[in-house]
């Protein structure tokens, strides 16, 4: 059975893709096969994480919402892009990067429902153990759906004042939504917060686990999204509150 998980937040500049990219690795790692879909059409990006370029792309996300492929064909196996050898596998479905596909769904939109039928074609075509979804930030039918489908959401957050108002409205969606496994995280928690009062502060206000704590971290902001977090800085705090998060997840 597979696990379907996934990673939103109300709003942009959250780490989202990045610790979607890096839960992928950790996954995997244990030698599972695991899928990432890039569900940020309007604003797509997670392929630079594991470095595939445009150019690479024969299809994406896009081409198979307008039926031009199955969405298996726009699958690749980033796994050799790694700067280490890992035991499982990665399968990227990448959004495209083209502006003027972009301003197409901005336009004309898609038949969202497409995307249920997708995600459990490419869990029985790709054998797939688990299926991350980076999702568009905010809340729109994109989002309910994956949220809704999802064996497991994490909600990522800062400590923000909007921030926190905007995942009280998704938590509160999530449960209407009868999501099965809901968990918070929190990132770019800056050094001076002491960590066991963000972890009571958030989990008073929404009542609901926070499944990692992460500090903010320079290294990331140095690294800039070219490479995975976990393989470069293995022994950072960030790695170690990421791993934790992972083993949950798949236990779950």
Not at 38 to 49: R, V
Request: aromatic share 6%; net charge negative; hydrophobic share 40%.
């Amino acid at each position: 059975m597979s696990n379907i998980i996934s990673i939103h937040s109300y709003r942009g500049g959250t780490g989202k893709s990045n610790t979607t990219a890096n839960l992928a690795v950790i996954i995997a790692q244990s030698g599972k096969r695991v899928g990432v879909v890039d569900t940020d059409i309007q604003s797509p990006g997670i392929n630079a994480l594991f470095g595939l370029e445009q150019s690479e792309l024969k299809h994406s996300l896009n081409d198979y919402l307008w039926g031009l492929c199955s969405i298996s064909e726009a699958a690749y196996d980033v796994t050799e892009n790694l700067i280490e050898k890992i035991e499982g596998k990665i399968f990227l479905i990448p959004s495209s990067l083209n502006a003027g596909e972009i301003a197409r769904v901005l336009r004309e939109g898609y038949d969202v429902g497409l995307l249920d039928s997708g995600f459990q074609e490419l869990v029985s075509d790709l054998e797939l153990d688990a299926l991350l979804i980076d999702t568009h930030p905010g809340l729109n039918e994109e989002t309910l759906l994956s949220i809704a489908i999802s064996d497991n959401v994490v909600l990522i957050l800062r400590p923000d004042q909007q921030d926190y108002l905007g995942t009280s409205v998704t938590v509160e969606v999530a449960r209407k939504l009868d999501v099965a496994n809901l968990m918070l995280v929190v990132n770019k928690i800056p050094d001076v917060f002491p960590m066991d009062e963000v972890k009571e502060k958030v989990e008073s206000t929404y009542n609901t686990e926070v499944a990692a704590l992460m500090p903010h971290a320079d290294e990331m902001m140095i690294l800039g999204s070219n490479g995975i977090f976990v393989l470069e800085f293995p022994d950072h705090p960030v790695t170690d509150a990421l791993k934790q998060l992972a083993d949950r997840l798949v236990e779950e």
